[in-house]
């Protein structure tokens, strides 16, 4: 443990190593955060929040991390091709594989749940088109700001710090602190116990599929495509009425005699993901990119 904290600090020939460099980067990405919610709340027109989804905080949120990231890059005098980070075919591709990815594993869980007699859909009649829009563009923005902070540059240099397999670890768990400090005071897990507990345990574990993603894959294309289409699709299949987030297409009906019981949902997410991980694996059989020569361990 103690060498791998001395690897994560500042040599002794006084260069900056890859801890403090993350801890940098974390911290200009908290200030953009905050400097998007200043900027909207005194800019932003009234009605681009009417659907109730902050889209225009997380896409100002998300050009600034880009800047952000691309600071980062410079000052290190690296390019966005040696981050992973440059679109090509073959990243626009393994886009698109992933959100198809995701929208496959949503639809799968929902299919062995109805199938299982958990719970059916109706349709949201309210749902509205500019409700669509607007919650598209969000979760757009969203998935981008979380992929870029925890599967990005965080991740390349951690990773050259304390090796691969334990750097998508420790994002991990920073990405679950992170949901458990921004939903924990939601009505649902307020109470705490096992509800908000999960609040950090889902997302960790997700976290280790998209990490797993983009050691394997060298960029953030794969992952970004899986939790994108992963969420989108989730919204309409798994959005409550009592959730933050509006109902998407369909409003899940759960069973009466499952009513309370949150087990089926977790077991069905935590299979899901293992079956995640297994495609991910078919798919990079034989990974070609350099980050992978920073994952001797990772399989």
Known sequence: MLTAVKRIGVGPDGVVRSGWKVAGF???????????????????????LRDGQPWPVV???????????????????????DAGLLPDRVRLGQLAAGMAGGLV???????????????????????????????????????????????????RRLAEGIGATAAVVVLAVIFGGYHLLSVGSSVTVKDGGAELAWTAVGPLVGAIVFGFAAVRTGGIALPLG?????????????????????????????????????????VGYLVT???????????????????????PRLP
């Open 26 to 48: 974390f911290g200009l990405c908290v200030a953009s955060v905050m400097g998007a919610a200043v900027l909207v709340g005194m800019f932003g027109p009234a009605w681009a």
């Open 105 to 155: 594993l949503v639809g799968g869980l929902a299919w062995m749940l109805m199938l299982g007699g958990v719970l059916h859909w109706e349709p949201n009649r309210p749902f509205t088109t500019s409700l669509m829009v607007s919650g598209t563009l969000y979760f757009v923005c969203a998935v981008l700001v979380e992929e870029l902070v925890f599967r990005g540059y965080a991740l």
């Open 273 to 295: 993901m293992g079956l995640a991980v297994a495609a991910i694996a078919v798919m990079t059989r034989r990974p070609q990119h350099p980050f992978t020569a920073l994952a």
């Open 59 to 81: 896409a100002v949120s998300a050009l600034l991390i880009v800047g952000v990231t691309g600071l980062c890059l410079r000052f290190e005098g690296r390019s966005w091709a």
């Open 226 to 266: 899986l939790h994108l289409g992963w969420n989108w699709t989730q919204w309409h299949f798994f959005t409550f009425p009592a959730d933050d987030n509006p109902v998407g297409l369909w409003t899940p009906l759960v069973s009466a005699h499952l009513a309370g019981d949150p087990a089926p949902f977790r």
